[in-house]
Nanobody, 125 residues
Framework: QVQLVESGGGSVQAGGSLRVSCAASGYTRRSNYMAWFRQTPGKEREGVAAITTDDGTTYYTDSVKGRFTISQDNAKNTVYLQMNSLKPEDTGIYYC??????????????????WGQGTQVTVSS
C-alpha cells in the first residue's frame, strides 16, 4: 500500500521561506510523477509543482515560478518543495501526490492516484 507522508509545514511571515517534504513508501514500482498541490477553504485543489521522477523534469504553476523549487532524492524516495519569497496567498494545506500516468496533465488533481494527508502552510502579512 503506497503511503505519502508530508512534513515541514508551518507559519512564516511574508518574504520568508519554508521547505516541505514528502516521503513515499509501499511502492512495488516507483511512480512516474510526483507533485505538490495546495488547497484553501472554498477553493479547488490547485497544482503547484510537479516532477518527472525518471529525468527530473519540473513543472510549475505560473504564480510560483521563480519562487518555488520542486526536487527529489530518489535514494530516500522523498520529494521536496522549497518555497521562497512566500506571500500570504500561498497559505493553504499542501498535499503531496503521485501517479504513474498523468496523460499530459501535470498539474491536474484528477490525474494523481495517491495522496498524502497534507501539511498546513500559513504565511502572514
Amino acid at each position: 500500500q503506497v503511503q505519502l507522508v508530508e512534513s515541514g509545514g508551518g507559519s512564516v511571515q511574508a518574504g520568508g521561506s519554508l521547505r516541505v517534504s514528502c516521503a513515499a513508501s509501499g511502492y512495488t514500482r516507483r511512480s512516474n510523477y510526483m507533485a505538490w498541490f495546495r488547497q484553501t477553504p472554498g477553493k479547488e485543489r490547485e497544482g503547484v509543482a510537479a516532477i518527472t521522477t525518471d529525468d527530473g523534469t519540473t513543472y510549475y504553476t505560473d504564480s510560483v515560478k521563480g519562487r518555488f523549487t520542486i526536487s527529489q532524492d530518489n535514494a530516500k524516495n522523498t520529494v521536496y518543495l522549497q518555497m521562497n519569497s512566500l506571500k500570504p496567498e500561498d497559505t493553504g494545506i499542501y498535499y503531496c501526490a503521485a501517479s504513474y500516468s498523468i496523460y499530459g496533465y501535470t498539474l491536474a488533481a484528477w490525474a494523481y492516484l495517491y495522496w498524502g494527508q497534507g501539511t498546513q502552510v500559513t504565511v502572514s502579512s
